[in-house]
Nanobody, 127 residues
Framework: VQLQASGGGLVQAGGSLRLSCAAS????????MGWFRQVPGKEREFVAA????????FYLDSVKGRFTISGDNNKNTVYLQMNSLKPEDTAVYYC?????????????????????WGQGTQVTVSS
């Protein structure tokens, strides 16, 4: 199974970017997919997740109202629309796939909940 993330880049504060992540592999399926981000010297941080069974979405408080996660379970693809970007959003963004049960935000925000990870895409927001 491989997750391929794309869409990162350099943008000015207030701008927008759309990240994409496609999963491939024989008979791959997931119960949810998510996005995390990481800056050097810090732990990987949860950003957003989407549960395929009910379409529920979960967000880090600081991105609520600015970021939107969406996707297509049949195509094993997830997106992250990022609007009103701020310099503090600068990080490497990783997509991840979860094949296990999770009851809600408490577990979706945990790195260990996810079974597969993409390679990361750099997002840089200039002030």
């Amino acid at each position: 199974v491989q997750l391929q993330a794309s869409g990162g880049g350099l943008v000015q504060a207030g701008g927008s970017l759309r990240l994409s992540c496609a999963a491939s592999g024989r008979t791959f399926s997931s119960s949810a997919m998510g996005w995390f981000r990481q800056v050097p010297g810090k732990e990987r941080e949860f950003v957003a997740a989407i549960n395929w069974s009910g379409g529920s979405t979960f967000y880090l408080d600081s991105v609520k109202g600015r970021f939107t996660i969406s996707g297509d379970n049949n195509k094993n693809t997830v997106y992250l629309q990022m609007n009103s970007l701020k310099p503090e959003d600068t990080a490497v963004y990783y997509c991840a796939a979860d094949q296990r049960y999770c009851s809600g935000y408490g577990c979706y925000r945990m790195v260990y909940q996810y079974d597969y990870w993409g390679q990361g895409t750099q997002v840089t927001v200039s002030s």
